[in-house]
């Protein structure tokens, strides 16, 4: 298992791409196809203070390091360069109980890119495809959380996934079922009707 010194001596040493492979070895969403994205210094901040709150480790001079480092890269559309990156970023600041303008400011960010069929796109325009493992990524990240729920068209995502998850390759499939279970989201196979209710009360924030 990696520990604090070992994550703080790789992102010191700025060895990304191996910090990145360690933190993701055992995660669902450690794919291949995600690594060029989360393998730079943001993100992997990003990631080191999930892994360090997940560890208790939040009373760590580190851990206050890496969530600094998340807060002065946000860009002025609130996002932090692409709906993946601001994911991570997001879950780093909500699971330290994060809210306040930062936190708003992104969920905005990833509100307005969300697509009219409910998934995101991989690049920062909304006009691009839409990208069912980013989308994925995002909802594994961010879905058990109420503030995100309450800012993104969150029932729409649940719903695409339903409606498609027959055409999902594995990977994204695998991320889409563990996001599933995160979020404790009902195991349903088709759309449900309006008043039906998919999941438990999400996670807050606060």
Not at 19 to 46: D, H, I, Q
Not at 54 to 74: D, I, W
Not at 118 to 136: F, H, K, Q, T, Y
Not at 137 to 143: E, K, N, R
């Amino acid at each position: 298992m990696i520990t604090v010194r070992h994550i703080e001596r790789l992102f010191d040493a700025r060895q990304f791409l191996r910090l990145s492979r360690e933190l993701m070895v055992t995660r669902a969403e450690g794919l291949a196809e995600l690594e060029p994205t989360l393998g730079r210094a943001v993100p992997l901040a990003a990631l080191a203070a999930i892994r360090m709150d997940e560890l208790s480790q939040a009373h760590h001079p580190l851990y206050r390091r890496f969530l600094n480092v998340v807060l002065t890269s946000q860009e002025k559309d609130g996002g932090w360069g692409d709906p993946l990156t601001t994911s991570v970023c997001l879950r780093a600041l909500l699971c330290g109980n994060g809210d306040g303008p930062a936190v708003q400011d992104g969920l905005a960010y990833l509100a307005g890119l969300q697509r009219e069929e409910g998934i995101w796109p991989r690049e920062p325009l909304r006009r691009m495809a839409a990208d069912p493992l980013v989308s994925a990524f995002i909802v594994h990240q961010l879905g058990e959380f109420e503030a995100f729920r309450r800012v993104v068209r969150f029932d729409d995502a649940v719903h695409w996934f339903l409606d498609h998850g027959g055409e999902l390759d594995a990977g994204t499939s695998r991320l889409w079922e563990h996001a599933r279970m995160r979020c404790r989201l009902r195991p349903v196979a088709t759309r449900c009707a309006p008043n039906v209710t998919l999941w438990t009360a999400p996670r807050s924030a606060a």
